[in-house]
């Protein structure tokens, strides 16, 4: 270390240690007279740790002048600096910031000084030097105070991580469906408040630079490390106001479930999963309460599949273009209420007398089934089914929106 200590004459060392002890009760006497925080009765573990540390920093510092900035091998390592670790995390367990502490050191740093002046005078020391004192004292006590701030960091990071894992394990209770007094145990235990409605959100593939998990709000609960990663999302209705969430969620790309009551927390995660699946990679954020029919039919693609497949069989001998077309075309006019051809046309962008034509066809192929209103409810399910994965529907024809 060397430093300030170089300069300094080693058989001052022996002089500090004469005062060592009157120094230490000076030290704690006076952070307990100026330091409000320190101002309680000191005893048990806070007692031995203050304590402690003013004695350890005081003999370090004579074996600093000693040596010459520098110590015997064994006697300035690791566990030599772990007291001041020590008050750092205490510091953090008793709730405080490490304002206190710090200014407990720097006036014992200053108590320290005035004595080790006195000392240094008796000791015959010249002025040149002692400057060099003052300022190996507080390159001293600057090196405490760094490693009291590490302690107290590491505190706060084993704290987060353990509410994190705790957090994780609510989330894996509440998804799976636990019971209620399961969930209310496992929250109180992650410090969280259950919520009356919940939205799950399936997550994209992690953008390049991905900053999802610093923009999550303090009560989402999040899974972004497995293979397909969600988040749960409290009171949704407001929890998306939050501009920088939103924005790393636009990002990333998201599926958000729909609103549910917290039981049904599975049931928004499987329906945002679904989707999500469907989609392979979305593109902003995507809402599940605005695709309802999307879903319900996605929810048993098997059977819906075959369901559509006999409904709409009389289009099976047409090209797949003629076949789109008309089924473009037949859905709007089951949606716009079985309207006029202009009415279609408009809808579809395009000339009346070319959806005249497409009606008439329609019309050779199902027949009776187009009067039928149990028939008319089945041909639009297969239709939106089928149209469900379409890109571009037919020239001069956009796909209709499904609602």
Not at 31 to 56: A, C, D, N, W, Y
Not at 68 to 79: A, S
Not at 122 to 134: K, M, P, T
Request: net charge neutral; aromatic share 6%.
């Amino acid at each position: 270390m060397a430093g300030p200590w170089a300069a300094l004459p080693r058989n001052l060392a022996a002089e500090l240690r004469k005062e060592q002890r009157s120094t230490a009760a000076e030290v704690i006497r006076q952070i307990r007279q100026h330091v409000p925080e320190f101002s309680r009765p000191l005893h048990g573990k806070f007692r031995h740790g203050i304590q402690m540390g003013v004695e350890t920093a005081l003999a370090e510092f004579a074996d600093l002048v000693e040596g010459g900035g520098d110590v015997p091998p064994g006697d300035r390592g690791e566990d030599r600096w772990r007291v001041y670790w020590v008050l750092g995390r205490g510091e953090f367990a008793e709730g405080r910031s490490l304002d206190a502490l710090q200014a407990a050191y720097r006036l014992g740093a200053r108590v320290a000084w005035r004595r080790y002046a006195r000392a240094a005078r008796r000791a015959g020391v010249g002025a040149d030097q002692v400057v060099l004192l003052a300022e190996a004292v507080f390159a001293h006590i600057d090196e405490i105070s760094a490693m009291s701030v590490r302690g107290y960091a590491e505190a706060q990071a084993d704290k987060a991580g353990a509410l994190g894992r705790r957090r994780h394990h609510l989330l894996g209770r509440i998804v799976s469906g636990a019971t209620a007094s399961a969930l209310e145990q496992a929250a109180v235990t992650a410090a969280w408040t259950l919520p009356d409605t919940v939205a799950c959100v399936a997550l994209g593939p992690p953008a390049e630079r991905d900053r999802t998990h610093r923009r999550l709000p303090p009560a989402v609960l999040a899974d972004l490390d497995s293979p397909e990663p969600y988040l749960l999302v409290p009171d949704p209705e407001t929890a998306f106001d939050d501009q920088a969430f939103a924005g790393a969620l636009d990002v990333r790309g998201a599926v958000v479930g729909p609103t549910v009551p917290l039981a049904m927390a599975a049931d928004s995660l499987r329906w945002a999963r679904t989707l999500l699946a469907r989609l392979e990679q979305p593109a902003g954020i995507v809402r599940c309460e605005e695709r309802l029919p999307e879903l319900l039919l996605l929810g048993d693609q098997p059977l819906v599949r075959l369901f559509t497949d006999r409904r709409l069989r009389p289009l099976d001998d047409l090209t797949p273009k003629q076949a789109t077309r008309l089924a473009t075309t037949l859905l709007v006019w089951l949606q716009s209420h079985r309207g006029s051809a202009p009415e279609v046309a408009e809808r579809l962008e395009l000339h009346p007398q070319t959806v005249r034509q497409r009606l008439r066809r329609i019309e050779e192929l199902f027949g009776a089934a187009l009067d039928d209103p149990d028939a008319r409810f089945e041909l639009e399910v297969a239709l939106r089914f089928r149209l469900l994965g379409s890109a571009s529907g037919v020239s001069g024809a956009r796909p209709p929106a499904i609602p």
